[in-house]
């Protein structure tokens, strides 16, 4: 019997010493660790290596691999895949807000994952930002958003939830944001909660109903979190598995460090300003 994993990891929340940070950052690939290595901000390096460690979990628990054993590499799109591509393994990531989130499954099917905290940091008038995003939503999608018995609040939720479910979906099909997403047309039919799995919205492209299952739910009052799943041409039946928010003890439980600490890297990230 497959399984569904859905992990959220507050990283905002995750200040660790520089010892725990390089311990952490010594469990990641050394290709990875360079990567991290390019971000300006301290707050960008954890959201993004959390993601990471959250993959090699995930593969060493359900795949079975001693967590030394793992090794990922780039696709065309330049995201990390598993090169031991005969594991019956489905993974997406995401980190967005104060969450790294990860969505997993024990088979083979077509999944992405998005996250968004629902605010609107823009600048500009939200009349004006949607006015500059018109194209990027249908008309219904637009009817939903900018309904006029919701306040403005009510309308940058739903906006966030359109744009999280319009991540997930291209994130499945492996393209990303290359594709008109004025064609993608969601139609939500149930509002989120903390305490369940929305499951009932429907995607339609140029009109014609898709056969995907779209999970949705809130992991706190201010993040929207969307997973998207085919297997085999067809919607499959949701197991409504919601996230599970894990510490970074449970996040490291059984990860085994890749080369020796450094502390330099370590000293070097603690002189990075936290955030812009």
Known sequence: ????????????????????????????????????????????????????????????KYGHIPYNAIVFARDQSNRPVLKNDALNLSINVSHHGEYTVLAGETRDVKLGVDVMKLEYTGGKKLSEFFRIMNRNCSVSEWDEIKNSSVNEADQINMFCRHWALKESYVKALGIGITIDLGSIDFRTNSKLVET????????????????????????????CVAVALQENGTAPISQNTLFEIINIDELLANAIPLFPQDSEYAEKYFKKVECP
């Open 1 to 60: 019997m497959f399984q569904s994993i859905r992990w959220a990891f507050n990283w905002k929340e995750w200040n660790p010493s520089e010892k725990d940070f390089a311990h952490a950052i010594s469990c990641v690939q050394l290709e990875e660790k360079e990567r991290l290595d390019r971000f300006v901000f301290r707050k960008d390096v954890r959201s993004s290596l959390v993601g990471r460690l959250m993959l090699r979990k995930f593969v060493n």
């Open 196 to 223: 369940s799995v929305v499951t009932d919205t429907v995607l339609y492209r140029n009109g014609t109903k898709q056969e995907w299952l779209f999970e949705e739910s809130l992991l706190d009052p201010h993040h």
